[in-house]
């Protein structure tokens, strides 16, 4: 990250700050059982076998296992039907010993995605995904229960990096509904002036090199370089 100015960029080590986070968590999580006797647990729900999300659950998985968060697995068919999964979410949803919940984008094409979202708890919706949480977010002055976990470690390594947002000129790439888009609405809130750069955008570099912050979520390498003068 720098600014226009500088022409220089800063790199942040996101692992280190990950690291330093989760040792927070791992803490945290200790407390919490030494006190109620009961630690977090995740559920994830993953559906079929697409190894790029196979590859994310095995994370998020080894994660939980890291800091002390029981997790939930829930593995399933490809060809399960959207009544199921819904079903599978209401048991979860049932289940007092599960405080969140991620169902693993995408889904199969015959489930309707937005439904299945939309019959998580919203008190479990940790990916921040209901209507009703991504609905506060996009609104002044209201905050969702959640707030979506990339978009939200985006700005968080922005401010334990000593990153002002207030009043910067920030551009995002991408405009997904996973990253591109809440990430947007997490740097108004923040107070950065904000510029959502897509495959329409016109002059995308002019526009980039005007930043002072920029976040790539276009899912595709190089789409940002040191031509643009700001990284």
């Known amino acids: 990250m720098a600014s226009q100015s500088e ?6 080590d996101g692992k280190l700050i990950a690291q330093t986070i989760r040792s927070e968590i791992a803490e945290e999580v200790r407390q919490l059982s030494e006190k109620y ?8 729900v993953i559906v079929g076998n697409r ?11 080894k994660a939980c296992a890291e800091v002390g968060i029981q997790s939930f697995d829930m593995d399933l068919p490809e060809q399960i039907s959207e009544a199921e999964l819904v079903s599978k979410v ?5 289940n007092p010993d599960v405080h969140g919940i991620l169902v693993q984008l995408p889904l199969p094409k015959h489930i309707n995605e ?8 919203l008190a479990k919706d940790v990916d921040g995904f209901h209507p009703l949480n991504i609905g506060k977010l996009a609104m002044k002055d209201r905050e969702p229960l959640f707030q979506p976990c ?3 470690g985006c700005l968080e390594l922005l401010h334990r990096s000593g990153v002002s947002i207030k009043g910067k000129r920030a551009v995002v790439v991408g405009r997904s509904n996973i990253v591109g888009l809440p990430v947007s609405l997490l740097l108004l809130k923040a107070d950065a002036t904000v510029t959502v750069v897509h495959s329409r955008s016109n002059d995308q570099e002019s526009i980039i090199r005007e930043a002072d912050i920029i976040i790539a979520a276009a899912g595709q390498p190089m789409m940002v370089t040191g031509h643009n003068d700001c990284l």
């Open 7 to 12: 022409h220089k960029a800063t790199v942040i």
């Open 37 to 44: 006797g009961k630690v977090p647990g995740l559920a994830v």
């Open 51 to 61: 190894k790029d999300s196979q590859s994310y659950v095995g994370m998020k998985r």
């Open 90 to 94: 209401h048991e979860l949803n049932a």
């Open 114 to 121: 937005e439904k299945v979202l939309s019959e998580i708890s």
């Open 150 to 152: 990339t978009p939200k």
